[in-house]
């Protein structure tokens, strides 16, 4: 099975920004896409991006145009670059592998806090 791990989490000023990486501890082509999510303190879990194999990708509206998912293959790693944070962006990020199996992977989180 292969494991996500997240880093890169951390405390930021509103306006600024924060790269998230996911490491894979093997092929991300065992998964035909990977994502990130959040969760807020009391609120669900949400979808933030996603990126396919093919390069594809989806962003929630909320991070549109300050969030960009992107992939390295050959590092088996994927990324969140965050721009222009607020703090409403505040929750914990995780990384997830998609199998067309469902037997998805997750990473264990990052914490972002964005103070104002």
């Known amino acids: 099975q292969v494991q996500l791990v997240e880093s890169g989490g951390g405390l930021v000023q509103a306006g600024g920004s924060l790269r998230l990486s996911c490491a894979a501890s093997?092929?991300?082509?065992?998964?035909?896409?990977q994502g990130w999510f959040r969760q807020a303190p009391g609120k669900q879990r949400e979808l933030v991006a996603i990126?396919?194999?093919?390069?594809?990708?989806n962003y929630a509206e909320v991070v549109k145009g300050r969030f960009t998912i992107s992939r390295d293959n050959a590092k088996n790693t994927v990324y969140l670059q965050m721009n222009s944070l607020n703090s409403e962006d505040t929750a914990v990020y995780y990384c997830?592998?998609?199998?067309?199996?469902?037997?998805?992977?997750w990473g264990q989180g990052t914490q972002v806090t964005v103070s104002s």
């Open positions: 990126i396919t194999n093919g390069g594809v990708t």
């Open positions: 997830r592998g998609l199998r067309s199996s469902g037997a998805d992977s």
């Open positions: 093997g092929s991300i082509f065992s998964f035909y896409a």
